[in-house]
């Protein structure tokens, strides 16, 4: 059950035209409400490796991951899937699995093996100690999608997947604490720190772990606004103060009730896959997040928070206007919200979105306005050095702007707090570049990656004009989940 690498490219190229003017917690999994198996489960312990052993457990079956945990799912007898024998044993360090698989009149051996890891503290962690997972092998045509063990629920639960009709099978028995405990202490985690945090995500994503899951998961989207345009058909699913404050209370109380939120659209985190809020008005903003359900009454989300800051001044004579742009990192996580409880909990701080390439411009300078200078700077995860990737837009002045990142010349590297001179009059550009002037600036993140609390980008540059001119600011990036 290996990780692959799960993004969404987007070109939203938000747009905002301006008139210058000279005016100045407690991780609570969801609860079990579907079913657990009535047929005999009878635990052992013995001196042989074995945890404990169940007779039969009836499971259900599905054709996706929305059905199987569906709220209508119930147990068919007769022809559901089952697993008879089942024992669990611990032996030389790995998870051992033998059961008898009756599912559509065939009769299948099972045995499967794999390395366990526990979810113990690690600095983003809000909740450890209460589960385990299996990273367990495939046996014959049977892929093994998860082996979890929950001490809060007090239950094993296996999913498997027929690797010719890729259809689901789920099972769930009740497991005591004494060999919950037992198995938690048995070895030590193979990864600590994030890369344990990674692994449990990995093996905690049911959607993430099937044979025909999406391998890209890359979804492009784009649109644009402008605060001179009517927006009536645009519907944010949130405010820049709604999202704070449901962000602000998960960081301090690890869960919260999302119903008590009110001017957040609930449905961002019971939808499967990528959704996000791109707003301009007074405070503009960027909320993006990704989801899939996890099992009956559990969406897994993950989610990130972004500031988008504009600036416009004066530039100390009467023909110069400054202005600037800049993208930072508010916050991000990974969330568990239960639809029986309607909590919304802390899995990781920390593990939000991760953004690469993210750029953001200035352009479509009206009224033979031209930039004149540029400056960059940025704070982002792992990057080596002290260099922006930076460009310039450079276009005739009869051209229309409809994309900040229009008429683009290529990147290239401009040292961070500096500032890179251009011609200084309209006349010169238009000479220099051959019937065309400097009416855009933008820089990107390229490969280094925004992430974190304070991760930010921003570009900023000093133009010249004779009448007032307008502009537009917009952004674009990568975004990639862990699901």
Not at 17 to 27: D, I, N, R
Not at 333 to 354: A, C, K, P, Q
Request: aromatic content about 10%; overall charge negative; hydrophobic content about 35%.
């Amino acid at each position: 059950m290996k990780r692959c690498n799960r993004l969404l490219r987007v070109s939203l190229v938000l747009v905002m035209v301006l008139a210058l003017t000279f005016g100045m917690a407690t991780t609570t999994f969801a609860k079990e409400s579907q079913y657990r198996s009535d047929a005999d489960t009878t635990i052992v312990a013995t001196n042989t490796g074995t945890l404990f052993a169940i007779d039969e457990i009836g499971g259900i079956s599905a054709s996706s991951v929305d059905s199987l945990f569906g709220n209508n799912q119930k147990i068919s007898r007769g022809v559901a899937p089952k697993l008879s024998n089942m024992t669990l044993a611990y032996e030389n360090g790995k998870l051992v699995l033998h059961a008898i698989l009756t599912c559509d009149s065939e009769v299948i051996d099972l045995v499967s093996s794999g390395d366990l890891y526990k979810n113990e503290k690690t600095d983003n962690a809000e909740t450890y100690g209460n589960l385990i997972l299996g990273d367990m092998s495939d046996s014959d045509n049977i892929h093994f999608v998860q082996l979890r063990i929950d001490k809060e629920k007090s239950l094993i639960m296996i999913i498997l997947q027929a690797k010719d009709t890729k259809q689901l099978m789920q099972f769930q028995a009740p497991i005591d604490h004494d060999i919950f405990d037992t198995l938690y202490h048995a070895q030590e985690n193979q990864l600590s720190g994030t890369a344990l945090e990674e692994k449990i995500i990995d093996l905690y994503s049911v959607a993430g772990n099937l044979i025909d899951k999406d391998s890209t998961n890359m979804t492009e989207e784009s649109g644009s606004m402008s605060p001179v345009v009517s927006t009536n058909d645009i519907r944010p699913m949130a405010t820049y103060s709604g999202w704070t404050a449901l962000i602000n209370a998960l960081n301090a109380n690890g869960s919260v009730r999302l119903s008590n939120y009110s001017n957040i659209d609930a449905s961002v985190f019971t939808s499967s896959g990528w959704r996000y809020d791109n707003t301009w008005g007074s405070t503009p903003y960027s909320f993006v997040s990704y989801g899939l359900p996890n099992g009956p009454g559990e969406y897994l989300i993950q989610f990130a928070l972004v500031d988008i800051v504009t600036q416009s001044n004066s530039g100390g004579a009467s023909d110069l206007w400054e202005i600037g742009m800049q993208a930072r990192y508010k916050d991000g996580m990974l969330v568990s919200y239960d639809t029986y409880s309607d909590m919304l909990s802390v899995f990781y701080y920390g593990l939000g979105i991760r953004f690469d390439n993210y750029a953001i411009g200035i352009n479509g300078l009206t009224n033979n306005a031209v930039f004149i200078n540029r400056s960059v700077n940025r704070a982002y995860y792992e990057a080596s050095g002290s260099i922006v990737r930076a460009a310039i837009s450079v276009s005739r002045p009869l051209d229309t702007i409809a994309n900040v990142f229009d008429y683009l010349f290529p990147y290239q590297d401009q040292n961070i707090n500096s500032t890179q001179l251009f011609d200084q009059t309209y006349s010169q550009q238009y000479t220099r570049y051959n019937g065309k002037v400097i009416r855009g600036i933008a820089a990107t993140t390229g490969s280094n990656i925004l992430s974190r609390t304070g991760h930010f980008i921003n570009v900023y540059g000093t133009i010249r004009y004779n009448t007032k001119p307008s502009w537009r600011y917009g952004y674009n990036y990568t975004a990639h989940h862990n699901l």
